[in-house]
């Protein structure tokens, strides 16, 4: 039986990043099906008091979150692939840690060009037409598992929960184990957090 699985990401996390990497080497191995969500670090953290190193990278993470909205809402059939290209130039591709109001528009504009996706779907990025959407879809993360997290976010089967945080991309069976054990705690109703400190940075 297909086991359905809600990913809810920003792009510009990088531990999101490598765990869409995971479920991406699990739909090899495992008969799963995705739905791609976008949520957003800058609606998240939207009116906190944050560092300003910090704050000046979440007003850059406006915009592409803005287009997976627009994305998500008027052609949801390429959110996945979207979400690969773009992830794919900002992580490895070392676009990363942008700081500023319009940082991302260049690698906006190239993704969607990958994908052939209209340029007009880069309009939304730096205005605030489709935030309205944005704020939908984030706050149905926010809805399975509180705001006292990051992203990303994954429901699996009845339950919800922040991560699983990994710092590599397990690949092969390996994925399919790793996705075999998720989804075993997920189905206690009961269970909610494990957690340590990590000791290694994402390896993007």
């Known amino acids: 039986m297909t086991q359905k699985v809600t990913f809810w990401f920003d792009v510009s996390c990088p531990f999101c990043w490598l765990t869409s990497r995971w479920v991406k080497e699990v739909e090899k191995v495992r008969d799963i099906s995705v739905d791609w969500v976008p949520m957003s670090l800058s609606v998240l ?4 008091d ?3 190193d910090y704050a000046s990278k979440m007003e850059a993470n406006w915009g ?28 490895p591709g070392g676009e990363s840690g942008k700081q500023g109001y319009g940082a991302y ?10 994908v052939g996706l209209d340029a007009s779907f880069a309009s939304v990025a730096n205005s605030d037409s489709f935030d309205a959407q944005l704020r939908t879809y984030h706050q149905s993360a926010m809805d399975e598992v509180g705001d006292e997290v990051g992203t990303p976010v994954i429901k699996l089967g009845d339950n919800a929960f922040f991560g699983p945080v990994i710092t590599r991309v397990p690949t092969g069976e390996e994925a399919g184990e790793l996705f075999d054990h998720a989804i ?11 957690k340590r400190s990590r000791t290694e940075d994402p390896q993007v």
Do not use: C, W
């Open 45 to 48: 953290n939207d009116g906190r």
């Open 64 to 91: 592409p979150a803005r287009v997976f909205a627009k994305v998500k809402a008027e052609a949801p059939e390429k959110i996945d692939e979207l979400y690969t290209a773009m992830g794919t130039l900002i992580h």
């Open 50 to 52: 944050l560092p300003t």
């Open 105 to 114: 528009d260049a690698v906006i504009a190239q993704a969607l060009e990958q």
């Open 184 to 194: 075993g705690l997920a189905s206690y109703p009961y269970f909610f957090e494990l």
